[in-house]
């Protein structure tokens, strides 16, 4: 723009400026423009957009940069003569001078390089059409291009150097880099953490302050019980010991009154700088939401569809990371329901429906997390349409697909690259499916939810942690160590007894809402021994993701915190389950557990077998006396049969489906007899016999076959396999079974 060679370090800090007060009149006169639409002869609005225009026109002319003093010149222009009546703003204008910002835009992004001749011509016609606008003359409607959305995965903001601007009379704006500033908000973290420590020094001290008020009184008794009688020599350091006593109570009382108001100034200092701190990051949601209803007008002129978004909540703080990281799947949603939801105006009149659809954007706070919420007024979800789908994409079978839910239906909608139109266009996602979206809020630490009601519309539900640097969790204690999870990722907690720990085959679960929820160790999970302390009474989590839910059973639930989120060093990549770290109110560092890669690594344990079962305090006792037998066969009646028998016999029993799930419970639990089949999947029985006697820690667990071969060399075989004993089914019944247990491990 400029025939200068370098700039000095003040033009480019005026061209900076400058960049910003365009950003700024930029979004105002966007929005003025949005509002003129409907009401094109509102006088504030139009003096707003005049004073805008005409700011930036100075501005413009003080940085040198001729094209935009023009084009803003002729946007002033164009307002002045809709002031004075000689023209109407209606949507063609409209059209045009969101053109003219757009080109703005781009004149500023290369203001520091030589203005390319296309854009000097894009200016020339652009100010033509302008001209033509001012005077009143019909313009032909330019083509409409809908504002290109941000991606949906931001890349990293270039460093910036620190600096500071003046932005007004009253305040000044610095800007920092954000590594730095959440560099200081770590820092600041630690300062707050320190300062519970200190507060837990001034407890220790306080409790030094009463033991030695107790050894006064010691002294005190020791003077009264010696007496006159006791030798000077002894009163003479009795008096000594009082007097030192006195002294040293006073020394401590004079300095626990210092360390106390110390301790009180450092905690409510770490807490309000934690708190400054904090609120730097934040900024409104509607720094992210600017340019929406711009995107919306743009996309549904370009579609021929009449579409109002209203956004709700615009003054709600939101961490700017998260702010950041949300605009591009926001706008993906919107879009959506602008392409795929919102229907043309005339299929609208038809159902009854007003011809311009509605958006809802809205933002808020509920239960300390922030809640987005994203709806229609559209056609709403094609559930028959959906579930042909999901038949063709091979996802589920015809008959599975017919007993699907509406809101398991939806939950197809979050998978890689699926989508229900047939083919792809640039509105359309652009082959990108909701799973992206997902992808992001689930990176967030929060979760997604979506409702469709045929006809009246589709509702989207985000819930997310308010910022990435605190967030409020559930402390819990697993294998006497202390683990976090995520308020937002828990949904429910739960209570158990004995007597509502259900089981089928190997797996043990519970009822909850009409739903059987798998339960799994959260200790066993970590390869660690599990223990309860909770009365007979197991504490639960329950946890999911968009196709699993468990109930997470841990030792012992330890209450709610806020911690303040320390990121693992990334020379450790990815850690199992494990998404961050923090420290405690006393040091002590705990992980903050990573729910999704919890669930995913239950679905892996449970499908290779290799969880163990709970040990419930209540059967502890039962436990030493009760002997525990393995029942191996792939007949679900046998299995039946069997467990019931030995059952009530007071054996207790695990069962597994085949061999090869025998040998995995079999090296994860442990088991006093082994019952089992031959002709098995996977793995026989005589291979299972072979695996458990030719390991040395199984070698001496006893073997029982009970298979229908009942020939003589079958038997040979089984025996020489190493099995302890050989029963055929066609000759056993339930006293030769049971005695055959007795005889190999007792009653």
């Excluded at 063709?392 to 229900?420: I, N, W, Y």
């Excluded at 302390?533 to 989590?541: E, F, H, K, L, P």
């Amino acid at each position: 723009m400029s025939s200068d060679s370098g700039k000095s370090i003040a033009d480019l800090s005026m061209l900076e400026l400058f960049q910003v007060e365009v950003e700024t009149q930029t979004a105002a006169l966007t929005q003025g423009l949005l509002d003129l639409e409907n009401d094109p002869v509102d006088a504030k609005t139009l003096e707003r957009l005049m004073r805008g225009s005409h700011s930036l026109k100075g501005a413009a002319r003080l940085v040198g940069l001729s094209h935009i003093e023009q084009i803003t010149h002729a946007m002033e222009d164009v307002f002045v003569a809709a002031q004075q009546g000689q023209t109407r703003i209606d949507a063609h204008a409209v059209d045009f001078n969101l053109k003219a910002i757009d080109l703005i835009k781009r004149l500023v992004a290369v203001a520091e390089q030589p203005t390319e001749p296309q854009l000097v011509r894009e200016c020339e016609q652009l100010i033509s059409v302008l001209r033509e606008v001012q005077a009143g003359r019909a313009v032909t409607a330019p083509e409409i291009t809908p504002v290109a959305p941000p991606p949906i995965l931001k890349e990293k903001a270039p460093q910036v150097p620190d600096e500071v601007a003046e932005a007004g009379e009253s305040e000044r704006v610095v800007r920092v880099n954000a590594e730095r500033l959440t560099r200081i908000l770590g820092l600041a973290s630690e300062l707050v953490v320190d300062g519970h420590r200190a507060h837990q020094n001034t407890q220790f001290l306080l409790h030094i302050k009463q033991r030695h008020v107790e050894l006064t009184r010691i002294l005190d008794s020791l003077r009264d019980a010696a007496g006159e009688d006791a030798s000077e020599v002894v009163r003479n350091f009795i008096a000594q010991a009082r007097k030192r006593s006195e002294s040293f109570d006073k020394m401590l009382t004079e300095h626990y009154g210092e360390v106390d108001g110390f301790d009180r100034r450092l905690e409510a200092t770490a807490a309000r700088m934690h708190r400054e701190i904090v609120l730097t990051r934040m900024r409104p949601f509607s720094d992210g939401v600017a340019g929406f209803k711009r995107m919306v007008r743009d996309l549904a002129r370009s579609l021929k569809k009449k579409v109002e978004l209203t956004i709700t909540g615009l003054t709600t703080e939101i961490d700017r990371d998260i702010l950041e990281q949300l605009e591009g799947s926001l706008t993906h949603l919107i879009r959506n329901a602008i392409d795929h939801g919102i229907e043309s105006p005339a299929t609208r009149r038809k159902r009854g429906k007003p011809e311009q659809g509605t958006i809802e954007l809205t933002a808020s706070y509920s239960a300390g997390l922030l809640r987005i919420e994203i709806r229609d007024d559209g056609a709403g979800v094609d559930f028959a349409h959906l579930r042909k789908k999901v038949v063709e994409r091979g996802l589920a079978s015809r008959e599975m697909a017919k007993s699907l839910t509406e809101d398991e239906l939806l939950e197809f909608l979050f998978l890689p690259k699926f989508s229900t139109r047939d083919e792809v266009t640039e509105l359309s996602g652009r082959g990108v499916g909701l799973d992206v979206v997902h992808n992001v809020v689930q990176q967030l630490g929060g979760t997604i939810r979506t409702e469709s009601f045929a006809g009246k519309g589709t509702r989207f539900r985000l819930q997310l942690p308010i910022t990435l640097s605190l967030i409020p969790a559930l402390l819990v204690e697993i294998a006497q160590e202390s683990y976090a999870f995520p308020l937002s990722r828990i949904d429910r907690l739960l209570k158990l007894g004995s007597d509502e720990i259900l089981h089928i085959e190997n797996r043990q679960y519970t009822v909850v809402d009409d739903e059987n929820v798998g339960l799994i160790s959260a200790a066993t999970l970590f390869g660690k021994a599990h223990h309860f302390d909770g009365g007979g009474v197991m504490s639960v989590v329950l946890v999911s993701d968009r196709l699993s839910r468990y109930g997470v059973v841990v030792d012992r639930i330890m209450g709610e915190r806020v911690l303040a989120v320390q990121t693992l060093d990334r020379r450790l990549g990815k850690i199992r389950d494990i998404a961050a770290a923090a420290l405690l109110e006393d040091g002590t560092p705990t992980l903050i557990l990573d729910v999704d890669d919890l669930v995913r690594s239950i679905d892996h344990a449970t499908r290779a077998g290799t969880l163990q079962h709970l040990a419930h305090p209540a059967d502890k006792e039962k436990s030493h006396v009760a002997k525990h037998v393995l029942v191996v066969d792939d007949s679900i009646t046998v299995r039946g049969v069997e467990s019931k028998l030995l059952e009530s016999h007071g054996y207790r029993v695990a069962t597994a489906v085949d061999g090869m799930d025998g040998w995995n419970r079999v090296r994860a639990e442990s088991f006093d007899l082994v019952i089992t089949d031959v002709d098995m999947p996977r793995m026989d029985g005589l291979e299972l016999v072979h695996m458990i006697k030719n390991d040395p820690h199984t070698k001496h667990l006893p073997v029982m076959i009970v298979s229908y071969k009942d020939r003589p060399e079958d038997r040979r075989r089984g025996l020489d396999a190493g099995a302890d004993y050989y029963l055929t089914k066609s000759s056993f019944h339930d006293e030769t079974l049971i005695q055959a247990v007795e005889d190999l491990v007792g009653k």
